[in-house]
């Protein structure tokens, strides 16, 4: 697709039409997204999307059939739409934004700035949707593959859920899932856009499209012999195993060798233990053993906690639709207003009946600081104009709960939000090699966890919270805008 700057909410242009007929459109704002809650109840995520964000920011512009389709659109009150000053704007439209965002397979958390983007607060408003599509995501499909990946306990773990994926969204979840740490795809489209490794084996078509289960198998392992994995329960498991058996010797014989048998149904626990004991008393010690079949994190767990013998896992269906949390909830929201021929910025705040949804004004950025072990101890969300000094007070404060509060003083940080587009260009490569880097970004991170942090059910919370000053002035805009008196009594 071409044309991604439709690729919004059409009040993103509505509202584009009001900043420009009211002549605010080029008033200077700083809008961020971040996510409010945990998904899959875990302890972490894994920030995912920068790269199409990147890919998309770099060719964001309006063609003429664009420009045509807004133009035929009718008002329903009458009349059209948009109007002919938008549309002449459009016509020339120059993306003129700066965006900073966290590195891909970063670790985030909760209520921290992933992407800050600053410029004209039409243009800014223009790429919410887009931005969130991207991120919101392939951040939830990060995770998820992260949480089996972190289940498998260091078996491989293969995604193939394309085939059941919500549409061609599973182009990036793929990618996603890679970052998160499975090892391959079966998305080959995928693999080719993104340089990703691919991986697969037969269906039970194959084996059904032969007069019996071992002359099918016989036939793979003929034209596939440096690359077969065997599908062993088309009929009956046990008996695919004893005809996996029969080839995988029958291979040996010839110098080569059966790679693994899979099993997709069934008690997958029960039936790896039969086919590794089978196996070895055959002597294919080899022969390694995937298990597939609606598998998630908490089934994967639960296997090996049977002591299963489970050299490799293929997860599809539950990753690639991020099983069983639809949405990660990112949100976007405007912190900062700069007035034309101002050099200050001015604090913008939301605030509602629900605690949950207050904003933080300001430029924001986040500082992760760590302990002397390497574990992270924090991380500090701060205005990036009124930044602590590396000698001031490192004191974090709750954004929900100012009792809650925590010192940081003397640990070595650093900070996360880095450029990612400036004047036009793309200022962080992102090659279609970065999927690994971002993998093993990913895999340095959750290193640096604590154990009680990696938990997949009720993991320990990591503190993130507020530099105490921005804590300080968010609590006055806060009282400000409810008109609430907050001077001491006498």
Request: proline share 4%; glycine share 8%.
């Amino acid at each position: 697709m071409s044309d991604w700057a439709l690729y919004t909410d059409l009040y993103q242009l509505t509202m584009a039409q009001g900043y420009l007929e009211s002549g605010s459109g080029s008033e200077e704002a700083t809008f961020h997204m971040y996510f409010r809650d945990y998904p899959f109840h875990g302890g972490y995520a894994i920030a995912c999307g920068m790269e199409q964000l990147a890919s998309i920011l770099e060719d964001y512009t309006f063609s003429e059939d664009d420009i045509a389709y807004l133009a035929s659109l009718d008002a329903p009150g009458g009349g059209k739409l948009f109007s002919g000053k938008l549309l002449d704007y459009l016509k020339g439209f120059s993306l003129d934004v700066s965006v900073h965002a966290v590195p891909e397979g970063t670790i985030v958390f909760p209520n921290e700035p992933i992407v800050r983007v600053q410029g004209s607060i039409m243009q800014c408003q223009m790429l919410e949707t887009m931005l969130l599509n991207c991120v919101s995501f392939q951040t939830l499909i990060a995770t998820k593959a992260a949480r089996v990946c972190q289940a498998a306990d260091g078996r491989p773990v293969t995604e193939f859920g394309l085939r059941r994926a919500q549409g061609t969204g599973a182009l990036w979840a793929s990618r996603a899932a890679v970052v998160g740490g499975c090892v391959s795809t079966s998305n080959v489209l995928a693999g080719k856009e993104f340089h990703l490794p691919v991986s697969g084996t037969h269906s039970h078509s194959w084996v059904m499209s032969f007069p019996d289960e071992l002359t099918a198998f016989r036939e793979y392992a003929r034209v596939s012999p440096t690359n077969c994995s065997l599908l062993v329960d088309t009929y009956d498991v046990e008996q695919g195993i004893l005809n996996a058996i029969t080839v995988g010797l029958e291979m040996r014989s010839r110098g080569e060798k059966l790679r693994a048998i899979r099993i997709d149904s069934g008690d997958l626990a029960w039936l790896a233990k039969r086919a590794r004991k089978e196996l070895d008393a055959a002597g294919l010690h080899e022969v390694g053993i995937m298990l597939t079949n609606d598998l998630d994190e908490i089934l994967v767990q639960s296997i090996l906690d049977e002591g299963a013998p489970v050299d490799i896992w293929g997860v599809g269906t539950k990753l690639a639709t991020a099983f069983d949390q639809p949405t990660l909830g990112g949100v976007y929201k405007l912190s900062a207003i700069k007035m034309p021929g101002s050099s200050a910025w001015e604090d913008r705040l939301k605030i509602s009946e629900s605690v949950t949804k207050l904003t933080t004004p300001g430029v924001l950025d986040v500082r992760r600081y760590y302990n002397d072990d390497g574990k992270i101890a924090g991380d500090m969300v701060f205005d990036v104009n009124a930044a602590p000094q590396a000698d001031a007070e490192q004191t974090i404060v709750d954004p929900f709960d100012a009792l809650r509060q925590k010192q940081l003083d003397g640990k070595r940080f650093e900070t996360l939000l880095a450029p990612l587009f400036e004047d036009g260009t793309v200022m962080l490569a992102h090659s279609a090699s970065s999927a690994m880097e971002a993998q093993r970004r990913a895999r340095e991170g959750l290193a640096t966890l604590d154990e009680s942090q990696l938990r997949l059910m009720n993991p320990h919370t990591y503190p993130v919270g507020l530099e105490k000053k921005l804590h300080e002035r968010r609590q006055h805009l806060i009282a400000k805008l409810r008109q609430v008196d907050c001077t001491p009594g006498d």
